[in-house]
């Protein structure tokens, strides 16, 4: 059973950073970030589709989020930095696996990130 575990979500004022990291039980292909505010869709906010690959980013966090990768640990990190409110959600970690031509996808449980104005 593959599991995702999240840590670093909290409460944080405006113009404040945060740590966001996921540890996966087992090795990943691609990992990134999503998230879900009340009343929204999830969306993609950075991910790493390929190890060592380069990421990509959604245009809101661009030049203040940072996503990396410890592939012999596989975790995966967020840095956020320059907090705003709207940054306000549930972070999900995601992960995929590939294996005989098939894609398999993971999530974490989802921690939450509160930024107050």
């Known amino acids: 059973q593959v599991q995702l575990v999240e840590s670093g979500g909290g409460l944080v004022q405006a113009g404040g950073s945060l740590r966001l990291s996921c540890a996966a039980s087992g090795s990943m292909f691609s990992m990134g970030w999503y998230r879900q505010a009340p009343g929204k869709e999830r969306e993609l906010v950075a991910i790493t589709a390929i190890p060592g690959g380069p990421s990509n980013y959604a245009d809101s966090v661009k030049g203040r989020f940072t996503i990396s990768r410890d592939n012999a640990k596989n975790t995966v990190y967020l840095q956020m930095n320059s907090l705003k409110p709207e940054d306000t959600a549930v972070y999900y970690c995601?992960?995929?696996?590939?294996?005989?031509?098939?894609?398999?996808?993971?999530w974490g449980q989802g921690t939450q990130v509160t930024v107050s104005s």
């Open positions: 995601y992960g995929q696996r590939r294996a005989m031509g098939r894609t398999y996808d993971y």
